[in-house]
C-alpha cells in the first residue's frame, strides 16, 4: 500500500515558501536518473528527474511516494559510477502526478562534485 504523503494543494503558502533549511547553495536542474532503495537486491530502478542539487541534498522527481527517512542510491541517467550518491529522503510532496523528495546525502559532496552533476 502506498505511504500517506500530503498533497502539495494542502499545504499552505508558508509551508511551501518555509525558512530555507539547507546549509548549502542549490542549483535547479533538470537531469534524468535512475533511483533505487539502497540494499534493493532487484534489477529494476524507478525513472526520475533530478530537480535541484547542493552540495548537502539533492531533490527528485519519482513517480512514486517514498516514506521518510527511505535510504537510496541515485544514478545520473546514462552517466558514469562517479556518478552515484546515496541519499535520505526528509520530505516528499505530491503535486499534480509526481512525487517530489527531498533527499540530504550521505556524505556531502565538493564544489567540484556539485559543477559535475550540472554538466
Known amino acids: 500500500m502506498p505511504a500517506k504523503t500530503p498533497a502539495a494543494d494542502d499545504l499552505s503558502e508558508e509551508q511551501h515558501l518555509g525558512a530555507e533549511r539547507r546549509m548549502a547553495v542549490r542549483f535547479r536542474c533538470c537531469r ?30 519519482l513517480p512514486c511516494p517514498l516514506l521518510a527517512g527511505t535510504e537510496l542510491v541515485i544514478d545520473l541517467f546514462g552517466g558514469k559510477c562517479d556518478h552515484r550518491v546515496r541519499a535520505r529522503v526528509v520530505r516528499s510532496v505530491l503535486h499534480s502526478f509526481a512525487f ?16 559535475s552533476w550540472l554538466k
Open 100 to 115: 517530489f523528495h527531498g533527499c540530504e546525502f550521505a556524505e556531502p559532496l565538493s564544489d567540484q562534485e556539485v559543477q
Open 32 to 61: 534524468k536518473c535512475n533511483v533505487r532503495p539502497a540494499g534493493a537486491n532487484g534489477v529494476g530502478t524507478w525513472p526520475g528527474i533530478i530537480y535541484n542539487i547542493s552540495a548537502s541534498g539533492i531533490g527528485v522527481v
